[in-house]
Structure formats: C-alpha cells, structure tokens
C-alpha cells in the first residue's frame, strides 16, 4: 500500500512554526510598547511577562519542528532520536511555566483592582485634601479680616444689649438656678429702694412679696419655661409694696439643666393708683348726679311739712304737748333741709366764687371758730403755716367748710381718748405751682377696711346722731371743684425720721393762682 505523500505536511509544519514565532514575538513586543507607556499599569506588565513566556514556548515549540524536519529531509533521524526528549522536556517546562502565569492571571487581576480601587480612593482623598487646604489657604489669607468682622459684629450686638440693660426704664434682671440675683440693672434697684453702688447681695425671696407668688412663678418657669405679664407685688428696701408686671425665661445650660431665669418687671403701682382714683372720680360723680337729683325731690316735700308745722305752732302754746311736738317735727325739718344743702353741694349745685384767697388767712378763720372747742376737751392746737405761701383761686366759703369738717373729724377722733394733739400746716410744693395743707390728729386713726370707703355719701363711723357721713364727701367734691385732691394717711408716717405714729393726716393738694389750667371750673 503507497502512503501519502508528506510534503505538503510539511511544509505546513515548518511555515506554522514560523508564523508562531512572528506572532509571539509581535505580542511580546506590543506588550512592550504598552508597558513602556504605562509602567505602572499592572495589566500590561502581565502580558509583558506572559507574551516574553509565550514568545519563548513558542521559540522552543517551533524551533523542534523545523529542527525535526530538516533533520529528517537530510536522513538523520537517528540524532532527532537524541535531541527528541531534550526538546520534550524543554517544552513541557515552557507549558508548564505558561500555565502557571495563566492560573494566576485571575488572582492577580483581583489584586489590581484592589490596588485600583485603593489607588481611587487615595486619589479622590487627595483631591479633597487639595480643595480643603485651598480652602484653608484662602480662610488663612481673610482670616484676620473675618476676625476684625466678627469682633465688629459681637461688639454691636453686646453694645445694644448693654443699652438696653442700662437705659431701660423697667427692671432688667438675672438671677442663677438657686434663685440668686446675679444682675440688676439701676433702674430695678432704684424701683426697690436699694443703692446701685454697693447693693446687698439679693434673692427672689428679698423680691418677691409673697411666698405664694414666687412658688407659682418658680412652677410655671419651670413647666412652660417662661412666664408673661404676671401681676404680682414686690417688696421694696423700706418695706412698702409695689405692683410689677412681670415677664420672665428660664435659661438652660448646654445639657439642658435649669441654670436660672432672666426677666422684665414693670412698676404698675402708679398706674393702677391712676385707675383707683378714676375709678373713685367716676363713682363719685355718678353719686353726685343721684344726690342732686334726690335733694331737689326732697326739698319740696321739706318746704311744706316745715311751712305747715310752722303755721300750727301759732295756734298751740310752745309748753303743751302740741306745741312741744310741732317743734320736734320742726326741728327734724330743719336738720333734713340741712342733709339736702349738704347733698347739693356734694353734688355741685351751688355756684362758686371765683377769687384770689390766701389759704392761710381760711385757715386761720376756721382755727379761731373751733379752738375754744377744741381746748374744751384738752386739744391742744399746734400751726406751721408758711409765711411765703402762694395764693390760691376759689371759693373761701367752701375751703372753710372743707376745714371744718376735716378739723371735726380730728376732734371726734381725740375726743374718745380724753385729748390729744391737732396739728395744721401749710406750705409751697417743689415745683411752685401747688400748695399743700394738712390736718394731722394723735387720735385713733383710720381702719384699713374702712379706708377706702371714707369718702363714700352717708358712711360714716361715727355713733347715731353725730353725723351724717356727707362731711367727707361734700368735702372730696369741693376740692375736685376747685382742680385739686384730698390724700389720707392712716397711721403718718414722719418724713424726717420715718418713724410711724397713730392719728390720721389729710392733705389737701390745691393748685395756685399762677397755674391757670387748674383754676376753679365754672
């Protein structure tokens, strides 16, 4: 049997080992190329490794080929026989070498990512450190004009606070979590009476005037963290209580413990004394316009019954029973008609003189009708009348009467305690334009319940038949008539040593000739 011819195989053969060697070295150099542009890539250094290994089985593989062929073709195939298994070895070794680079071709592309990855973030953190220390480059370079802008700013602020602290009119405060005064502005000392130099150390409790009020406050601060317009009393340095609107917030420290509370306070006392005396001038002039009305009804029924009574005295003698009856009933007459005048000057009837009087010479004139009274029940009368004092517009009939009554009430008042003192002043006020008279007793003086109502029509103290409790009243409105005010004092307090003594003080407060706006009103 004739074989097929071997030449085409060959020749094959040998052109394949050929063309693997080309295509090898051609890997092998453009991994090269690669590898010399990025050194540092780990990929192309691979292949760089693995193509120089292919490149070098590729070498040995083909070189045995064509080694086996032409040995062949030129009868020696006893030494291909020889160099065979050398060739063999050489190529297993070249696979095996070529393997191993392919096995871990995976675990080093692992690696590279890794480091990749790595390389990213590094590189992504480096750029954020460029931007940060650009940012700091430029925060150093304004740094010292952001400084100067702020101190500008801290400076304003802190300086309308402290404008605020200093110049208010109200009280500004700020006190620590066991209700210490830390910081008081002058006007809230000067409110309480304490000194702004050298102050006493102060508490809420040396404030507030009653515990109840400053347990409440202490709840609500502390439950809805502020407290608004409350009303409440604080208690000066001498004692005297005044009314405060208060506002106030709680303060807490970064961890949210209570650290204390700062506040507003309003002084309300003038205010609500404003009020007080409106509320009285209010209730006073709807008194007055029923009293007006009622004593003209009255004094019609009066005129009659002591017209009549008077007729039919002339008809019965004054020692019979009639007789003596008719006088009763025109005795009794005589004292309503007098309730009736009396009502009718509370109520402002009556006109009123308009002239120029010296309120001393009226009260000397009222002195010298009830002295000799007066020192009948051991009353002894003691006068500081201004020699300078200014003169007044008004009516002196109805100033007399005014006095009259005011020295009556004194001369009751001692009267049940067997004597005492009876003092009558007058003098200019500071500003010139009003004088101050006042009458001052040692009696008992003037309940507190019974204070507020002294001015009111018919009440009175005293016992049945000594009055008809219209003294005051006739008194209040002829004073509001001529443009001024009646003050009470109950127990006086001395405005030299401060020392409290029992009696009453009325102060009558007039306006003088020269404040034209407060003339008698017509």
Not at 36 to 39: H, M, N, S, T, V
Not at 258 to 261: L, P, T
């Given at each position: 049997?004739?074989g097929?011819?071997?030449?085409p195989?060959n020749?094959t ?9 080309v295509?090898?070295f ?5 991994a090269?190329?690669?590898t010399?542009?990025?050194?540092d890539n ?7 490794y ?8 590729a070498?040995s593989r083909?070189?045995?080929?064509l080694v086996?062929?032409?040995l062949?073709?030129?009868g020696n195939e ?9 060739a063999?070895?050489?190529?297993t070794?070249?696979?095996t ?6 096995f871990?071709y ?6 590279f ?16 450190l ?24 801290l ?8 404008n ?5 009119k ?8 066991e ?15 304490y000194?702004?130099l050298?102050?006493p150390p ?8 009653n515990?109840?009020?400053l347990?409440n406050?202490l709840e ?5 963290h502020?407290?608004?317009?409350l009303?409440i009393e ?19 420290d970064d961890v949210?413990e209570?650290?204390?509370?700062e ?12 009020m007080?005396q409106l509320a009285s ?9 029923m ?8 004094n019609?029924p009066?005129?009659v019954?002591?017209?009549?009574s ?7 003698p004054p ?6 009856n ?28 308009k ?6 010479e ?12 007066l020192?009948m029940?051991h009353?002894r ?6 020699a ?5 517009v008004?009516d002196?009939g109805?100033l007399?009467?005014?006095?009259i ?6 001369h ?9 003192e ?6 200019n006020q ?8 006042t ?6 003086g ?6 507020p ?13 000594k ?11 002829i ?7 009646i003050?009470?004092?109950?127990p006086v307090?001395d405005?030299t040593?401060?020392e ?7 102060h009558v407060?007039?306006?003088?000739a ?6 008698i009103?017509q």
């Open positions: 049997m004739n097929l011819p071997m030449f195989a020749v053969d040998m052109a394949g080992s050929v063309l693997i060697i295509f090898s051609l890997s092998f150099r453009y090269y190329l690669l010399k542009k990025q050194p780990f990929l192309w250094g691979f292949l760089f693995f193509c120089m290994t292919l490149a070098a089985f070498i083909a070189m045995g080929h086996k062929q032409v062949f073709i030129s006893e030494e291909w026989k020889i160099l065979a298994p050398l063999g070895g050489f190529n070794l070249l696979m070498s070529l393997a191993a680079v392919t871990y995976h675990k080093g592309i692992e690696g990512r890794a480091i990749e990855e790595k390389a990213r973030s590094l590189k992504t953190a480096n750029k954020k460029k931007r940060t220390a650009t940012q700091l480059y430029e925060i150093n370079i304004h740094l010292e004009e952001m400084v100067e802008d702020r101190t500008r700013e400076s304003a602020s802190e300086k309308k606070f402290r605020f602290f200093t110049n208010s109200d009280m500004v405060f700020f006190c620590d979590g209700n210490r005064l830390v910081k008081m502005n002058a006007s809230g000392l000067k409110m309480l009476g000194p702004v050298n102050t102060l508490t809420l409790h040396d404030m507030f005037q515990e109840v009020d347990d406050y609500e601060i502390r439950s809805r502020f407290v608004q317009d009303e604080f208690a000066m340095a001498d004692g005297t209580v005044i009314n405060i609107l208060l506002s106030a917030t709680a303060v807490y949210g209570f650290i204390g509370c506040g507003i306070a309003k002084d309300l006392t003038r205010l609500k004394t404003m007080s001038s209010e209730k006073m002039a709807s008194i007055g316009q009293a007006a009305g009622v004593a003209h009804e009255i019609t009066l005129g019954i002591l017209g009549y008077q007729l039919l005295m002339d008809d019965f020692d019979t029973e009639e007789g003596q008719l006088q009763v009933i025109e005795r009794q007459t005589k004292t309503c008609r007098k309730i009736v005048a009396d009502l009718l000057k509370f109520s402002r009837q009556a006109e009123s003189a002239e120029d009087i010296s309120l001393n009226v009260m000397i004139d009222v002195l010298a009708v009830s002295e000799h009274s020192s029940d009353i009368v003691h006068q500081d009348l201004a300078d004092l200014q003169s007044i008004g002196a109805k007399r009467q005014v006095f009554n005011l020295i009556n009430n004194a009751h008042a001692m009267e049940e305690q067997g004597g005492g009876l003092f009558i002043s007058t003098h500071q500003d010139s334009k009003k004088i101050m008279a009458v001052r007793d040692t009696g008992h003037i309940p507190d319940k019974v204070r109502n002294i001015f009111d029509p018919f009440f009175t103290t005293k016992t049945v038949g009055g008809t409790g219209l003294g005051l009243s006739v008194s209040y409105g004073i509001q008539e001529h443009g001024g005010r003050e009470v004092e109950s307090v405005n040593t401060g409290t003594t029992a009696g009453t003080a009325f407060i007039l306006p003088t020269l404040d034209e706006s407060q003339v009103k």
